[in-house]
């Protein structure tokens, strides 16, 4: 077995605890520390979840030892962290998106390449059984040639059961910033890069009333688009109609569905790691539910397991700067468009992430 990869983690939310005890999974990691701006929640942490050793920002990013720093600070924070990350000389796995700007972006990408480190990002669920199984069936040809696909992420905003909604409605959040990666992402992973765009975007309503036990009667207010509807031309040829909403009751539309030649693939919710396949080809009369090909008892840190083994093994690993970075293009697009009214071309590129293989043990992420 490779030599572990010791990692400390920077930021401990609300996602912490599902990081730590997924990464766990994977004997190439060795979370060694963590730490926090609130060194109180670090050292609750710490005894929480059994992390080794609780200390300051600066202490992780001095420690010779840690090889990876897991960035889960919020949004607005992910690119300051990151960079501070990669001076110091690590490699580092950031939670989404990977920046709020392009230019934070760039800036990151740029500085990893120039001290010769990884970048590595969120969302990795696309790592899993459900995604990896729908990957696999469009490449042996399943469905065909794929000419269009939907994604739909709609419900009501998270005012009604977060504990603390507002950055949810803060630059860096709503809707597509928030749960866009996932189904773009997903997209990128089961069709390529996109090429040009047309978005259309609004605030529907200035202020959110917190309905949660913590913060009920509290006014919210809203800094971002809280409906995105995009339409992404893909440079493979499929278009796809992309929907991100915190302003929807109810609906019965599917998360993402991939549309071609032969038939028709229905996809599992991106942002989990299984989730219900199915297919109905040209002339069925009914869908065909399709056994998971991979594993789906994976989490989050699936990606910074197989940027661990990409690390030892000298290869490309899946959850990447560019790719992250090219989501965040498509994202800040959707937006210039909505307010320039017209396409849009999307200037970066990057290739669609390798497939797992088939057959791994649990733990393994190369066979």
Known sequence: ???????????????????????RAFPILDIVACADIDQRKAREKSEAFDVPRACSVEDVLSDPDI?????????????????????????????????????????????????????????????????????????EGWIGQPVAATAFFVQHGPESWHPNPDFFYQVGAGPLFDMGPY?????????????????SARISFAERIATSEEQRGRRIPVEVPTHVAGVLDFAGGPIATLITSFDVWASRLPRIEVYGSEGTLSAPDPNVFGGPVRVRRAGAEEWSDI????????????????????????????ARGDVAFHVLDVMQALGESSEMGRFVEVTSDCARPAPLPMGLNPGELDA
Request: glycine share 12%.
């Open 291 to 318: 056994p998971l090909t991979h594993s789906a008892e994976v989490g989050r840190g699936i990606g910074v397991a197989d940027m661990a083994y990409a690390l030892r093994r000298d290869r490309p690993h899946r």
């Open 67 to 139: 090889e990876l720093v897991i960035n889960l600070t919020v949004p607005g924070a992910h690119a300051e962290v990151s960079l501070a990350a990669i001076e110091a000389g690590k490699h580092v796995y950031s939670e989404k998106p990977l920046a709020v700007t392009r230019e934070d972006g760039q800036q990151v990408l740029a500085a990893a390449r120039e001290k010769g480190v990884r970048v590595g990002c969120a969302p990795d669920t696309f790592l899993g059984g459900g995604l990896q199984t729908c990957r696999k069936l469009i490449d």
């Open 1 to 23: 077995m490779e030599e572990r990869v010791k990692v400390g983690i920077i930021g401990t939310g609300n996602i912490f605890g599902r990081y730590v005890e997924k990464c």
């Open 183 to 199: 189904y773009l992402t997903a997209l990128i992973s089961l069709l390529g890069p996109v090429k040009r765009l047309a978005g």
